[in-house]
């Protein structure tokens, strides 16, 4: 690990709202890029290896994401020691790499946990999917694009890296729509939320609750970046 200059860090984000956290009105941090994957497991696959083909040396999957652990709550942070994929199959993040991140996270508002994630091609929607995931996996969050990500990292041998934010909880079932509510280039497609709220009015409530933690946590994520010197600085 080298805090003294950035390496080429390639981040692959779920949703605008991720990928604006990083790329501000200053731009991006130097030696960082970062791609959309629209909440798509494929497409999260194909932006990493895009990434890796413009030059990046490193790959870190950064959002927010469900909670499959009862005890996380929106807002907290879930730093990964692996991710396992909807095959089961394993990938570790750099050791050395999360234990610097760790390191800098300590003294914000969020808590800090540190497990698995797990990969997920589909939305959970439910809280009995939720509950059958965690008790089937042990995973402590749940994303759709994390395994993709570090399934690329894997495959041409450099670090990975994954930061996830809690907005959903697993006692909070989501809204139906939510599965048609993000374009491919990560924005919500409002008109198709609309829609579905108009069809569907008792989903508001969901939809408003979902909404109020999602901004939760994507405000902690952006208080982790900002304090997390590590997070963007892979050595190598």
């Known amino acids: ?16 709202a991720e990928s604006r956290l990083i790329a501000d009105d ?9 791609y959309c994957a629209g909440a798509d497991s494929t497409r999260a696959g194909e ?12 790959l870190i999957s950064f ?32 050791e050395t790499w999360r234990v610097a991140v760790a390191g ?23 809280t009995d999917q ?22 690329v990292a894997a495959r041409h041998g450099v670090p990975f890296l994954a930061l996830r934010a809690i907005a959903d909880t697993a006692d909070t079932p989501l809204p139906a729509f939510v599965t048609d509510a993000v374009k491919a280039n990560g924005e919500t497609a ?17 939809a408003l609750r979902l909404s109020r933690r999602s901004t939760l946590a994507l405000a902690r994520l952006g208080e982790a970046m900002r304090k997390s010197e590590a997070l963007f600085r892979r050595g190598g």
């Open 104 to 126: 800098s996270l300590p003294g914000q508002a969020a808590t800090v946990r540190q497990g698995v994630i797990l990969g997920s091609t589909e939305t959970l929607l439910t």
């Open 190 to 206: 409002v008109l198709r939320a609309l829609g579905a709220l108009a069809a569907q009015p008792w989903q508001l409530p969901a």
């Open 63 to 94: 959002g927010i994401a469900g909670a499959l652990d009862p005890a996380l709550a929106s807002g907290d942070l879930v730093l990964a020691h692996s991710v396992r994929a909807p095959e089961g199959q394993h990938y570790a993040v750099d």
């Open 26 to 34: 200053r731009g991006l941090p130097e030696g960082v890029r970062v």
């Open 47 to 58: 932006r990493a290896e895009l990434l890796l083909a413009e030059g990046a040396t490193a």
């Open 1 to 16: 690990m080298s805090g003294n200059r950035p390496s080429s860090v390639g981040v692959v984000t779920g949703l605008a």
């Open 130 to 151: 939720k509950a059958a995931a965690f008790g089937a996996s042990g995973c402590l969050a749940v994303d759709m694009e994390s395994h993709a990500v570090a399934a």
